[in-house]
């Protein structure tokens, strides 16, 4: 059974930074790309950001170019969502998603986590 | 804004027939494939249709899905009570450089 668990969310002040994790279960973790995709609570959904197999290509949301950073590592089976200066608008549930392809801007999400609540407030 | 436009809402009675549009442009709909998801209340998101209208296992044939040119749309037929839920369209953006959502549609059975 796939599963995405992510953890790291909370409460952060405004120009702080926090790291999401998310740990994968029940596949080949290093045979897919992965995404971040946010939702403010009410609100619709965002892609933040894409990773490919490897770790060899990334991409991002315009909204979070060079503040936010994604990375995995694979002998851990693990996804990682750097958030930088973070302001307000951040505010959102923070989803792990799978791709069902190597690429990050090819394939469509078949699982995702439930999701982690990060609050950036003062 | 939402880069793909969806209607904010649609409704039905049960048994009918409701559709839901997902405009976009040449760098998006026009060029890639659509997918489409489904989101319950307090819930995460989970795929409803693929690559514009392929559907997973476990997915009823009551979901389809269809694309013409820069416009994509989903489709319930025999709309139940269980199907209310926000629908929300997705595709890649060429000039972007990223994933692209609608801003969901809430369906709301009568």
């Known amino acids: 059974e796939v599963q995405l668990v992510e953890s790291g969310g909370g409460l952060v002040q405004p120009g702080g930074s926090l790291r999401l994790s998310c740990a994968a279960s029940?596949?080949?973790?290093?045979?897919?790309?992965m995404h971040w995709v946010r939702q403010i609570p009410g609100k619709g959904l965002e892609w933040v950001a894409g990773i490919g197999w490897n770790g060899g290509s990334a991409g991002y949301a315009d909204s979070v170019k060079g503040r936010f950073t994604i990375s995995r590592d694979n002998a851990k089976n693990s996804l990682y969502l750097q958030m930088n200066s973070l302001r307000p608008e951040d505010t959102a549930f923070y989803y792990c998603?799978?791709?069902?392809?190597?690429?990050?801007?090819?394939?469509?999400?078949?699982?995702w986590g439930q999701g982690t609540l990060v609050t950036v407030s003062s | 804004q939402s880069v793909l436009t969806q209607p904010p809402s649609a409704s039905g009675t049960p048994g009918q027939r409701v559709t839901i549009s997902c405009s976009g442009s040449?760098?998006?709909?026009?060029?890639?494939?659509v997918k489409w998801y489904q989101q319950f209340p307090g819930t995460a998101p989970t795929l409803l249709i693929y690559?514009?209208?392929q559907r997973p296992s476990g997915v009823p044939d009551r979901f389809s899905g269809s694309k013409s040119g820069t416009s994509a749309s989903l489709a319930i037929s025999g709309l139940r009570s269980q199907d209310e839920a926000d629908y929300y369209c997705?595709?890649?953006?060429?000039?972007?450089?990223?994933?692209?959502f609608g801003g969901g549609t809430k369906v709301t059975v009568l």
């Open positions: 029940g596949f080949t973790f290093n045979d897919y790309a």
């Open positions: 690559r514009n209208g």
């Open positions: 040449s760098a998006n709909i026009g060029s890639n494939y």
């Open positions: 997705a595709a890649w953006d060429e000039s972007l450089s990223a994933w692209v």
């Open positions: 998603t799978k791709d069902i392809d190597i690429l990050y801007s090819y394939g469509y999400w078949d699982y």
